[in-house]
């Protein structure tokens, strides 16, 4: 497969897990065993009471910074900010307390970078990196670093959030080349867990129900993702731990897209996706990894 496919593979996997996700955000594994069994469906509902197809913050959020990017031509932190604050004021229907308090702040400053701190470990930043992997691919690592660090410290300034982003943009690079599991497993996954022991995955309790701390996010996500062998199984076994499931959907899906390509992409799911969400996925994936490229 052609690493342009990828790209897309992996936006509309964002978009797919999102929307699978919201319908189970905040519920129990147990409580969802006991509504649906296996939610293995993109039927809407949820805490928000979402149309089948509808996603959320996770989605919007990553389309408000990849429009930015394009129309700065890089990722630029205070473009970014502008463009995050604009998707407030259009009220969406669903945003985290960090990034409200940190776009409020931008409002009242005009610092487009919100201060230090190890409490804003969230996974905001996270959920939203898509865009920043598809236009700096090919760069640098260094400059891949900084380019994630300007979008994520508009909202997320968190040693832990930018590891775990960074960690996440450098699979989804190797991924579009056509990288292995393994590959991606031992040079990255395990990587990260040798510079930030709590994130270790492996040889610890299945993650279930997790939070919105960063480190339950990236384990819920790695252990779906490294133990499970294509994309519809990674997503299914992701969103049914519950928790911040339209995340670690979202998150997921990111990766198992750009790992197993479009072909992999349930069609039932890709037709209830709102049709909307699927152009504006797929016509700024392709953007902006045209842009990565003649960059």
């Not at 969802?32 to 996770?58: C, E, F, N, P, S």
């Not at 670093?145 to 909202?155: C, D, E």
């Not at 393994?182 to 993650?207: C, D």
């Amino acid at each position: 497969m052609v690493t342009a496919d990828r790209a897309i593979a992996a936006y509309l996997g964002l978009a797919i897990g999102d929307a699978l996700g919201a319908t189970v955000e905040f519920m129990t594994p147990h409580e969802i065993a006991l509504q649906y069994v296996v939610h293995d469906k993109i039927r809407g509902g949820g805490w928000l009471h979402l149309k089948a197809g509808q996603v959320t913050d996770d989605t919007t959020m990553s389309l408000a910074l990849g429009e930015s990017i394009l129309t700065a031509g890089k990722v630029d932190t205070l473009a970014a900010a502008h463009a995050f604050d604009a998707w407030m004021r259009a009220k969406p229907v669903d945003i985290g307390n960090t990034v409200r308090r940190n776009l409020l702040q931008f409002r009242k400053t005009g610092n487009p970078e919100a201060p230090y701190s190890d409490h804003d470990a969230g996974n905001g930043a996270a959920m939203r990196l898509l865009p920043v992997a598809l236009a700096t691919f090919g760069q640098p690592t260094e400059s891949v670093r900084a380019a994630s660090r300007a979008q994520a410290h508009v909202t997320h300034n968190c040693l832990l959030s930018d590891a775990a982003c960074e960690t996440l943009i450098l699979m989804v690079h190797d991924s579009l080349l056509g990288a292995d599991k393994n590959h991606l497993l031992h040079q990255h996954a395990h990587r990260l867990v040798e510079q930030f022991p709590q994130f270790k995955f492996r040889a610890v309790r299945q993650s279930q129900n997790p939070s919105g701390y960063i480190v339950d996010t990236i384990q819920a996500v790695f252990q779906s993702f490294f133990d499970t062998d294509d994309f519809r199984s990674c997503l299914i076994d992701v969103v049914n731990r519950g928790g911040d499931a339209d995340t670690t959907g979202a998150i997921a899906g990111m990766l198992a897209g750009a790992l197993y390509g479009i072909e992999q992409l349930p069609e039932t799911w890709l037709k209830k996706l709102d049709g909307d969400v699927r152009h504006s996925c797929e016509q700024q994936a392709k953007n902006l990894f045209q842009m990565g490229e003649s960059l």
